[in-house]
């Protein structure tokens, strides 16, 4: 059996594929999976660590204002990797496509839908993306996270809640353990801070404030900061610490990417990061005390509503900052205190949001592709 994961662009987008790919992998040992994205995005990065096959094609994601001559340009670019999605199908030959949204799953799932080839999408978020719209009455199925995903989605064949899956790395750690194995001593409190695959230069700015007004005075704390992909946001966060006096903190690690994100995640005692639907059910399935920083930059202000829903219920701290060039680190100072000097609160925190896990997330899409592949069989048969 061969199956196609189509995703791309953000780590929100990208981490789900793997996530389905994970699933399949261990339900059926001898699947072939095979991963196409955009020439642009962090999947270039971030599928091959994973140890998975990828295959590029040249598309972008609409500009605004919607008519532009840059919009038809990408117009044009869509259309040629459409051409170029169904060449490479008819060379791969996969039994089953998944697309997890965004504007890189859009060629090669409407390119297998035309060609006969069983599809499903996977929408992590409550209101789909333009990719995941356009699509919806191509696909043989779509996986929402949220039940509300429905009512935007009126011609799908077929809609299933199935919550988000979660990569095996998360489910199988714990967090004495993990920390052993990191070398991080039992006296340790441990923040983990990323603004997002690709990074974020104003979220890196908050967080170095924060080192310089806090972390550094905090003899038993250790800071992580993942600075992002993008070019020039890591040397430039690197070379502000070391104006800021930072540079010979071993406490304080600043890294471009980290890629055993699963294994800090299950080691932080407290968390800082963005609303997407994909980090949140990663942080419930842990049971990890949190901040949410949501981005002002993404479609409908999804992370905004995200991130609202956790802090209205107690299960998360929620910093959000309209025009994010105005984000300060002292603004989390306060709630960093509360959290990391109350074991207590954390606790609590940790226990709320773990009522937002969907735990049995991958056994659902499991059902869900096993149902698919018996209908490709039935077909052919």
């Known amino acids: 059996m061969k199956v196609l994961m189509s995703c791309g662009g953000t780590g929100g987008h990208i981490y789900p594929g793997i996530a389905i790919a994970q699933t399949i992998a261990e339900a059926y040992p001898d699947a072939e999976l095979v991963f196409v994205g955009a020439t642009d995005g962090q999947e270039k990065i971030i599928v091959p660590k994973e140890g998975y ?30 051409h170029k999605a ?8 996969p039994d089953l496509v998944i697309g997890t949204g965004g504007y890189a799953c859009w060629p090669s799932v409407k390119a297998a839908s035309e060609l006969g080839i069983p599809t ?14 356009k699509l919806q009455g191509s696909v043989n199925c779509i996986f929402t996270n949220f039940e509300q995903t429905a009512a935007y989605l009126p011609r799908a064949r077929r809609i299933v809640r199935v919550g988000n899956p979660t990569r095996s790395g998360f489910r199988l750690l714990d967090y004495e353990n993990v920390r052993r194995t990191l070398g991080i001593g039992s006296e340790k ?22 080192m310089s007004e806090y972390d550094r005075n905090e003899e038993n704390l250790i800071h992580v900061h993942a600075a992002g992909n993008r070019p020039g946001l890591y040397e430039t966060m690197t070379e502000q ?14 890294e471009k ?40 930059y993404v ?23 309209p025009k994010e060039e105005n984000l300060k680190g002292s603004a989390f100072v306060p709630q960093v205190c509360e959290i990391l000097g109350d074991k207590n609160r954390a606790d609590r925190m940790g226990q709320l949001i773990k009522q937002f896990a969907l735990p049995d997330a991958n056994h659902r899409i499991e059902a869900e592709i096993a149902q698919l592949l018996g209908s490709r069989d039935e077909a052919s048969a």
């Open 299 to 321: 479609a409908n202000n999804h992370q905004y509503a995200n991130a609202e829903v956790l802090f209205r219920a107690g299960a998360a701290g929620m910093i959000f900052e």
């Open 53 to 82: 096959e990828l295959h590029l094609l040249h598309v972008e994601g609409l500009r605004k204002p919607k008519l532009s001559p840059v919009n038809l340009r990408i117009g044009i670019l869509a259309l040629t990797a459409l």
């Open 257 to 296: 990417f980290i890629y055993n994100m699963p294994e800090y995640m299950a080691a932080a005692d407290l968390i800082i990061c963005r609303a997407g639907a994909m980090t949140i059910s990663e942080l419930a399935l842990l049971g990890k005390a949190c901040i949410l920083v949501p981005s002002p």
């Open 120 to 133: 499903a999408l996977h929408e992590s978020n409550a209101a789909p993306g333009k990719a995941v719209k």
């Open 189 to 210: 409190k441990l923040i983990l801070s990323v603004g997002g695959s690709g990074g974020a230069e104003h979220f890196n700015a908050a967080m170095l404030e924060l």
């Open 241 to 254: 610490a070391a104006k800021a006096g930072l540079e010979g903190l071993e406490r304080i690690r600043i």
């Open 86 to 93: 169904k060449e490479l199908i008819r060379e791969l030959k």
